[in-house]
């Protein structure tokens, strides 16, 4: 009762007539379906892992692979989503995220190269295609003065809907597994994953209005230009976007930010477990806690902090990368005393509670500036690109450091790696926020 009075008290915080709501909600729900079949390396990972196959090094270049195609492709695509229609788009890459997602299961030990190929698509129909298009549509129906908490609400509700049907994936295996064996349990997870995504995009396609923010109008209006003005509007789109400092700042921030998160949601456990020897259900109860609990309880808080006391999303995430570099410094140099386990993981979840802070906010600042709607998926294109690219390279980093050295002098190299991007995040965020505070506007095409 208390969690529906809080959620419903989150929405409140949402100023949205009913139709915007129902809009919200969809969208909302298609980016949370979408990623249910690659969220499952996440829970059950070697299930996951021995259904492709794949050695841990193979898997591990697998999400690179993913990633360089996410963050390539933001810059490819980005102006191919200003002319397309979202209804069409979302419910286009939620069906053929889902269809390779089944072929998946119901494979056995596909080759190598061919799930390179998966791996290719699942980058471009969940990430570079897919992910600017979500971020355009939540910040439209966000309106200029609802930014933050739409985005907030947005990231509290994608914990809540992941949690459910992960909780939901676990016993589905474990009953499954049981009697049938650990192969045939993770292929009915995926496919009862994969079938929501497909079956959400559905509801997608018979709900989300046609003309959802225009886009019915704006191709229609596209058929009837020739092709070099078509192509002189998308080339003036990408200049624009790319003259827009708000658009860089947002976009190194925001890397920033997931830098961080790659050593939150991946290594804090390790960590524990190694620097502390604590036991196996300990660190599950933190893992829980640490990768999903947070985030749910943080997400909407922080676009409402943001919108409702700094009025400035920027101003709040330098406010939260201070904290967050100081909960780092203490954590370093916390004893690896199994006395200490404790002190130490209050200190990793209040890093980690910093980190959603800043993650359910970090593209707000594109909406709060008032960039016009013509561009807007451009420079959400060319900020995601810069945000999202340490999921290509942070990985194997933070890898071959831990492989490199011992655990103490390992993890010192990685929180002090944390500690520098903390600190540069702070810098770029006190000037983005001086640039939305002088109220600049993007530059509008004839």
Known sequence: ??????????????????????????????????????????????????????????????MSIMGFVQIFGYLVFGWIQERMNVRKLLTFDMICYGIIGLVIAVSSNPPFPLLIVYFVLFGIFGEALYWPTIQKSVKHIGGKKSQATAFGVMESLRGVGGLIVNSIDVILFSAVSASLGMILGIKAAMIFNSAITILFALLVWFKLPHDFMDDAKMESSNKEKNEDKTDKISFNAVIQAFKL?????????????????????????????????ISAALVAVFGIVNGTAVNVASSSISGIVSDKLFKNSASWMS????????????????????????????????????????????????????????????????????????????????????????????????????????????????????????????????
Do not use: H
């Not at 980016?31 to 990972?45: E, M, P, Q, V």
């Open 1 to 62: 009762m208390m969690k529906t009075s809080k959620l419903k008290e989150k929405f409140e915080k949402l100023p949205l007539s009913s139709k915007k709501l129902s809009e919200y909600l969809l969208v909302v729900g298609s980016a949370t379906t979408i990623y249910l079949f690659i969220g499952l390396r996440g829970i059950l990972y070697e299930p996951f892992r021995a259904q492709l196959g794949a050695t841990n090094t193979q898997l591990g270049l697998l």
């Open 245 to 277: 400092p708000v658009v860089w700042l947002t976009g190194l921030g925001s890397a920033c930010a997931y830098i961080t998160y790659v050593g939150v949601s991946t290594y804090f456990v390790p960590y524990l477990q190694n620097s502390f020897a």
């Open 319 to 446: 406010i939260c990368y201070a904290l967050m570099t100081v909960f780092l410094g203490i954590t370093m140099f916390i004893p690896k005393e199994k006395s200490l386990v404790v002190v130490a993981m209050i200190f990793l979840l209040l890093t980690t509670l910093s980190c959603f802070l800043i993650r359910a906010v970090y593209y707000a600042p594109l909406g709060q500036y008032g960039i016009p709607d013509d561009i807007s998926s451009t420079a959400m294109s060319i900020a995601s690109f810069f945000g999202y690219s340490p999921s290509f390279f942070a990985y194997p980093i933070f890898g071959r450091i831990l492989d490199s050295y011992s655990t103490n002098v390992a993890y010192k190299k990685i929180f002090t790696i944390l500690i520098v991007f903390s600190i540069l995040g702070i810098i770029l965020n006190l000037i983005n926020s001086r640039l939305i505070k002088k109220g600049y506007k993007a530059p509008v095409t004839d």
